[in-house]
């Protein structure tokens, strides 16, 4: 059995991993790491929890754990690993931003892979370090990994896409409360959001001449979590050409399906499933991406990781769910 120490607790992304976790056949949770909910037991940050599990939090760390998932807010990870120390065995994957892109890769001694496993699955398969992708970043580079592998991306894509509330983390804020997100639509950060960096790094490492810019206008939905994305470039391209392209860059990526229908985000809530559909009007190519914000996007993706690391099925604890009604 995987022993398991998860850190920063009592976010969303912790909730998920600890649902995951809970059944995965090769993993055991050792412990889950609260400072503010330390001796009480997890349901009471994780509602849905009660009764399925009999843990409490704790502030106290066992450093021999074979995996350790930091949870921690953007920016936190550094800080935390310069004060804690485990041991030179276990693996550690990140899912906050500090080490996604090369320039921040390395740090006291560790080398971190930028765990996309359709993009980086060998080198994640021998890593012992992950910097689990962005959300938005995900479904964006899934929708756009074939066309930077084949060389045809040549102009600006404008991409628009829309996640949950969830997506802000568990701690309110004023864009974050009831009464302000419900029957209510914003953008934030246009064309500056903090995925565009290893977004943009992830092209490159594909199609090192792309030098076009990634138009990029995130919003925030009136529902909880879910990532719907639509990006469109020019393309002379076939739509049937297109969709060989992605279906054989795919062929081997368990969680990515390629479509020509009109797709939505109860395909894939609840999943960790990734529904790329193209589509094409002239020389107008229509790239739609959907994936759950907290599963692929985050916590489904990081225990996709986990399963490679150690030589796992891919899918592993992982066959999930859609809420389709």
Not at 186 to 202: C, D, P, R, T
Not at 280 to 294: A, E
Not at 298 to 305: F, I, K, R
Request: hydrophobic share 40%.
């Amino acid at each position: 059995m995987i022993t398991i120490g998860i850190i920063g607790g009592s976010g969303y992304t912790a909730g998920e991993l600890i649902r995951i976790l809970m059944f995965h056949p090769n993993a055991k949770l050792d412990f889950v790491y609260s400072t503010t909910n330390a001796g009480k037991p997890l349901s009471i940050a994780h509602h849905d929890l009660l009764g399925d599990i009999e843990m409490n939090f704790t502030d106290t760390l066992n450093p021999n754990v074979d995996v350790l998932f930091l949870c921690l807010g953007h920016g936190k990870s550094i800080s935390f690993l310069e004060k804690n120390k485990f041991s030179d065995t276990t693996k550690i994957i990140d899912l906050g931003n500090d080490f996604r892109l090369t320039k921040d890769k390395n740090f006291n001694g560790k080398s971190f892979v930028y765990g996309l496993p359709e993009l980086n699955k060998n080198d994640i398969k021998t890593a012992q370090y992950i910097a689990n992708p962005g959300c938005f970043a995900t479904a964006i580079q899934l929708a756009l990994l074939p066309l930077a592998a084949d060389g045809l991306l040549s102009e600006d894509v404008h991409i628009n896409a829309t996640t949950g509330s969830t997506g802000a983390g568990v701690g309110l804020s004023s864009t974050s409360h009831f009464s302000w997100r419900n029957n209510n639509f914003s953008h934030y950060k246009a064309f500056e959001h903090q995925h565009l960096g290893e977004i943009n790094q992830s092209i490159n490492q594909l199609q090192a001449s792309y030098s076009d810019e990634l138009i990029f206008v995130p919003n925030r939905g009136d529902f909880p979590r879910g990532i719907f994305a639509t990006l469109y470039t020019k393309s002379e391209e076939s739509l049937e050409n297109l969709v060989a392209k992605y279906e054989a860059f795919y062929k081997d990526q368990p969680f990515v399906t390629v479509t020509t229908t009109n797709i939505n985000m109860k395909q894939v809530v609840q999943t960790n499933k990734c529904i790329v559909s193209l589509m094409k009007k002239g020389n107008r190519l229509l790239i739609t991406s959907v994936i759950d914000n907290l599963l692929k996007g985050a916590s489904g993706q990081a225990v996709q990781n986990m399963n490679l690391m150690f030589e796992l099925e891919e899918t592993t604890g992982l066959h999930l769910k859609p809420c389709g009604f």
